[in-house]
């Protein structure tokens, strides 16, 4: 039996797509390989933030058929250069504003059918090849596997960021020992000693929030120790950042996205020593961050323990991966028990004279400049 072709539309999101995408976008999710930043809660809640009557969202559909196989949204942006000129920039599930875009998105692709997923992403992209428009398309944080399923015709491509990302083999462990063996024996030494350590004045506890309110106070309680670490520092905190703090609340109250957003805190007694917040989908966790109380003795790692206690709980509910997302860290290296992986954001630009004299300005700039800048790297994850 022959497959119906695909057809590929575009067209600018109002409100009144919404109820209609949302069953299109659930549907699809369960049918694709998609991550926690792709799937509809996430996405949802980053529409929610755009004022959508004014044309800024384009969403890409393939469909096969009646049914839908391929969806992609993208925030359009026209970015002032020098002279009074200006192109157009589309930014795949992103706003192109820093303060909406600081909640980081990664593994962000296209959502598409898993048995089809080159044939639709060379859809998706001679699509937007078409419109005139559109000047340039920012993509990522995504992966190079993902990457190489893209074919601009006519569109010249670079790297914007590369970053590491590790994670944790989980498939086939079946308790906190199994995953320690897995590790090197200094990390497996250090995690065993804090626990000991801990449990001898009294023993930890490990609480999941359960409801709304018990999430909303924690989730102030992250805000205050994130700030305290990151306010004075070159990076900042996301939670002094009203885009970024709304975004979360929005996302750990609301009931079809509860139980994607997992929020541990480990107690000794009544004190919490630290805090973990974590994106789920499917049999992947993900740990967006962490917030953690200053301990004085330093033969303590609390990041260590809270991670592997909450790994044991990802084991027991049958999870594979453990995913610590982008950004070098040596904590993250350390827990992690397979190869780094790598996560970019890319640019492709069209082959048109403005934006190939915006490339030769970058690459001077880079020059000039790059020495000095060299030292600051961008915050992904912590």
């Keep these: ?114 048995d089809y997923e080159q044939q639709l992403a060379a859809e998706i992209c001679q699509q937007l090849a078409k419109i005139e428009q559109l000047d340039d398309i920012k993509i990522g944080l995504s992966s190079p596997d993902f990457i190489n399923k893209l074919n601009f015709v006519d569109f010249k491509i670079r790297t914007e960021l590369s970053s590491p990302a590790y994670l944790a083999n989980l498939a086939g462990l079946t308790s906190l020992d199994d995953y320690l063996a897995t590790l090197s024996k200094n990390t497996r030494s250090h995690i065993k000693r804090s626990i000991k350590i801990l449990n001898e004045k009294s023993p930890l506890r490990l609480v999941l929030a359960t409801d709304a309110t018990e999430k909303n106070t924690l989730l102030k309680n992250i805000a205050d120790l994130h700030r ?80 592997s206690l909450v790994i044991e709980q990802a084991i027991k509910q049958g999870v594979t991966v453990y995913d610590f997302l982008a950004g070098e860290a040596q904590y993250k290296n350390s827990l992690s028990n397979a190869p780094p992986y790598e996560q970019h954001i890319y640019c492709f630009y069209r082959n048109k004279p403005l934006l190939l004299l915006r490339e030769r300005l970058r690459k001077c700039k880079r020059i000039i400049f790059g020495g000095l800048f060299s030292s600051l790297r961008m915050k992904l994850n912590d």
């Excluded at 670490?229 to 996205?257: A, M």
């Design 228 to 307: 305290i670490k990151w306010r004075s520092t070159v990076y900042g905190s996301g939670f002094d950042n009203p885009c970024f703090y709304n975004f979360h609340q929005g996302l750990i109250q609301d009931e079809n996205s509860a139980q994607n957003c997992r929020l541990y805190t480990l107690y000794q007694d009544d004190i919490a020593l630290g805090h973990l917040y974590l994106l789920t989908q499917g049999d992947r966790w993900s740990f967006y961050l962490s917030a953690l109380n200053f301990n004085e003795d330093n033969r303590i790692k609390v990041g260590l323990v809270i991670h």
């Design 1 to 114: 039996m022959l497959s119906l072709p695909f057809k590929t539309s575009s067209y600018h999101l109002d409100e009144s797509h919404m109820q209609q995408l949302a069953q299109k976008w659930v549907t699809l999710q369960g049918k694709a390989n998609s991550s926690a930043f792709i799937a509809w809660f996430w996405i949802e809640r980053w529409l929610a933030q755009k004022n959508l009557s004014t044309h800024n969202c384009l969403c890409v559909e393939v469909k096969q058929g009646q049914d839908t196989v391929g969806l992609a949204l993208f925030g359009i942006k026209t970015k002032k250069v020098f002279w009074g000129l200006s192109f157009n920039q589309y930014f795949l599930h992103k706003s192109g504003n820093i303060k909406e875009d600081q909640t980081w998105i990664e593994h962000n692709t296209f959502l598409l059918h898993k």
